[in-house]
């Protein structure tokens, strides 16, 4: 989907014509992938907007910076603080944003000394991410997560999603809108971007981070609703065939949200209609997501933009 351009964009602590967030093509970033990121989205509220699970979302780009010793001049609050002003600047919402942090011009070699850390963020109108509003067409992936001690999958690292891009240039050209990637155990790991959920008997899995999962801030949202819910929840490995007798099985993540899928392997996941846990956790999180249900949980940091579409779960 092209992206549609807003009027700012933050930089280091200014506001910043769109146009004018350039790098030098010898910055570090460009050629070694420093860079760690953020994906949020903001929704649309009876009165005004919200962006989902703010502080949760920005304290993730400070963990995954530190993992990769790279060191972000702002705190928690200010970063936070950030994402609201330039929400607010280009008055767009129901929107996504991309905060990202990178190495920039400095230094050449892999080495990142001497390359300055730079902290971007940009706010954008982006719609549903993966096709399939009946649930999604899926495949498991001939290409495998990272293996553990190569690079840290609990770091949002642009240079991770290297590996996710094969994933799903590999799903689509196959005629499938996203890939299920396997750990290099064989184990069910996640999508290109998204983590997974498979429903058996009326019971939730979804694979443990230490199968080489992001430790996503949506699956954390599912896990908490699901509880709430009183519908039980086991974090364990999950064999690949698990996916084919599954009753239902659904994506989540902050661009896909809670997405059903229909088929996997062109085996159809139950009787490929969405399911009953899929639709009451999809309904469930959209509803608190555009205010149509309290915040119980506390998710929602509130902007003053008022949304240009209709609120709907």
């Given at each position: 989907?092209?992206?549609?351009?807003?009027?700012?964009?933050w930089?280091n602590?200014?506001?910043?014509?769109?146009?004018?967030?350039?790098l030098?093509?010898?910055?570090?970033?460009i050629?070694?992938g420093?860079s760690v990121?953020?994906?949020?989205r903001?929704y649309?509220?009876?009165?005004?907007?919200?962006?989902?699970?703010?502080?949760e979302?920005?304290?993730?780009?400070?963990?995954s910076?530190?993992i990769?010793?790279?060191?972000?001049?702002?705190?928690l609050?200010?970063?936070?603080?950030?994402?609201?002003?330039?929400?607010?600047?280009?008055?767009?919402?129901?929107?996504y944003?991309?905060?990202?942090?990178?190495?920039?011009?400095?230094?050449?070699?892999v080495?990142?000394?001497g390359s300055?850390?730079e902290?971007?963020?940009?706010n954008?109108?982006?719609?549903?991410?993966i096709?399939?509003?009946?649930?999604?067409d899926?495949?498991?992936s001939?290409?495998?997560?990272?293996?553990?001690?190569?690079?840290p999958?609990?770091?949002?690292?642009?240079?991770?999603?290297?590996?996710?891009?094969l994933?799903r240039?590999e799903?689509?050209?196959n005629g499938y809108?996203?890939?299920?990637?396997?750990?290099v155990?064989?184990l069910?790991?996640?999508?290109?971007?998204?983590?997974?959920f498979?429903?058996r008997?009326?019971?939730?899995?979804?694979?443990p981070?230490a199968?080489?999962?992001?430790?996503?801030?949506?699956?954390?949202?599912?896990?908490?609703?699901?509880?709430?819910?009183?519908l039980?929840v086991?974090?364990q490995?999950?064999p690949?065939?698990?996916l084919?007798?599954?009753?239902?099985?659904?994506f989540?993540?902050?661009?896909a949200?809670v997405?059903?899928?229909r088929s996997?392997d062109?085996?159809?996941?139950?009787?490929?209609n969405i399911?009953?846990i899929t639709?009451?956790?999809?309904d469930?999180f959209?509803?608190i997501?555009?205010?149509?249900?309290?915040?119980r949980?506390g998710w929602?940091?509130?902007?003053?933009?008022?949304?240009?579409?209709?609120?709907?779960a």
């Amino acid at each position: 989907m092209p992206i549609q351009t807003t009027s700012k964009i933050w930089h280091n602590g200014s506001l910043i014509p769109w146009e004018q967030a350039n790098l030098h093509v010898m910055s570090h970033v460009i050629h070694y992938g420093s860079s760690v990121f953020e994906g949020i989205r903001c929704y649309g509220q009876p009165e005004g907007s919200a962006v989902f699970r703010l502080p949760e979302h920005m304290q993730r780009l400070l963990d995954s910076a530190k993992i990769y010793r790279m060191e972000i001049p702002y705190n928690l609050e200010e970063l936070c603080a950030a994402v609201v002003d330039v929400i607010e600047a280009n008055g767009v919402t129901p929107c996504y944003i991309r905060p990202i942090a990178l190495r920039g011009y400095g230094e050449i070699g892999v080495s990142p000394k001497g390359s300055p850390v730079e902290v971007y963020i940009a706010n954008f109108p982006w719609g549903k991410y993966i096709a399939g509003h009946g649930g999604a067409d899926v495949c498991v992936s001939s290409w495998n997560r990272l293996a553990p001690n190569t690079m840290p999958s609990l770091a949002k690292a642009g240079a991770n999603y290297m590996n996710s891009q094969l994933i799903r240039m590999e799903a689509e050209i196959n005629g499938y809108q996203e890939g299920i990637a396997l750990d290099v155990n064989g184990l069910v790991s996640e999508g290109s971007g998204e983590n997974i959920f498979i429903v058996r008997n009326g019971v939730i899995f979804t694979p443990p981070l230490a199968n080489s999962a992001l430790s996503g801030i949506t699956r954390d949202s599912v896990l908490t609703i699901a509880r709430h819910l009183g519908l039980p929840v086991n974090e364990q490995p999950v064999p690949r065939e698990l996916l084919y007798i599954a009753d239902e099985v659904f994506f989540s993540g902050t661009a896909a949200e809670v997405q059903p899928i229909r088929s996997i392997d062109r085996i159809l996941v139950g009787d490929g209609n969405i399911g009953p846990i899929t639709r009451q956790i999809g309904d469930e999180f959209m509803s608190i997501a555009n205010g149509l249900k309290p915040d119980r949980f506390g998710w929602l940091t509130p902007v003053k933009v008022t949304a240009r579409e209709s609120v709907s779960a």
